[in-house]
T-cell receptor
Framework: EAQVTQNPRYLITVTGKKLTVTCSQN?????MSWYRQDPGLGLRQIYY???????DKGDVPEGYKVSRKEKRNFPLILESPSPNQTSLYFC??????????????FGNGTRLTVT | DAKTTQPNSMESNEEEPVHLPCNHS???????IHWYRQLPSQGPEYVIH???SNVNNRMASLAIAEDRKSSTLILHRATLRDAAVYYC??????????????FGKGTKLSVIP
């Protein structure tokens, strides 16, 4: 089944303890992206990747890192999480980065709580 | 980046048509209009997209104004399962625009039985 898989679905951690949220897609998509969703703010893009080894900042990249060493994987890294990074995170992918209008496919989300 | 404006919330009766508006007055000629929706406790899902002409698929119809400064997502018969947040976004396909995709806050659709 074609899908975007995020892990874990739920994560509770403490301030400063490094963590990684994994994202994997099995559709050979070029474009991958991370979003965070907070009440009243909608979906905000953190980082995106147009292809392997090509990443760029979205609207709210501070406090996050990403890497794209393989086409299928796009992990989100929080080197030193803080409580303001408590949020619902979504990974998404699409077939091509640009120029294209290929739809985005989203994962089911990771709910992160930083205490 | 061209941005979109949507009402915060809308209500519809079950089995009636729903028209969800989106304004995008700074749209460029190479921006496609995409609609996504997010059901409770799920990730967003693609609904429909278009450039200039009206578009139909099994989920919805998209009506695009002649000047392309606004569009309307049409659900022909709302069901309880259509209760979701609907997002209208613009996607630049020229390659010259940013690859960032900004979703905004969307419109929360409530369907009344």
């Amino acid at each position: 089944e074609a899908q975007v898989t995020q892990n874990p679905r739920y994560l509770i951690t403490v301030t400063g303890k490094k963590l990684t949220v994994t994202c994997s897609q099995n559709m050979n998509h070029e474009y991958m992206s991370w979003y965070r969703q907070d009440p009243g703010l909608g979906l905000r893009q953190i980082y995106y990747s147009m292809n392997v080894e090509v990443t760029d900042k979205g609207d709210v990249p501070e406090g996050y890192k990403v890497s794209r060493k393989e086409k299928r994987n796009f992990p989100l890294i929080l080197e030193s999480p803080s409580p303001n990074q408590t949020s619902l995170y979504f990974c998404a992918s699409s077939l091509f980065s640009a120029p294209t209008n290929s739809p985005l496919h989203f994962g089911n989300g990771t709910r992160l709580t930083v205490t | 980046d061209a941005k979109t404006t949507q009402p915060n919330s809308m209500e519809s009766n079950e089995e009636e048509p729903v028209h969800l508006p989106c304004n995008h007055s700074t749209i460029s000629g190479t921006d496609y209009i995409h609609w996504y929706r997010q059901l409770p406790s799920q990730g967003p899902e693609y609904v429909i997209h278009g450039l200039t002409s009206n578009v139909n698929n099994r989920m919805a119809s998209l009506a695009i104004a002649e000047d392309r400064k606004s569009s309307t997502l049409i659900l022909h018969r709302a069901t309880l399962r259509d209760a979701a947040v609907y997002y209208c976004i613009l996607r630049d396909v020229s390659g010259a625009g940013s690859y960032q995709l900004t979703f905004g806050k969307g419109t929360k659709l409530s369907v009344i039985p």
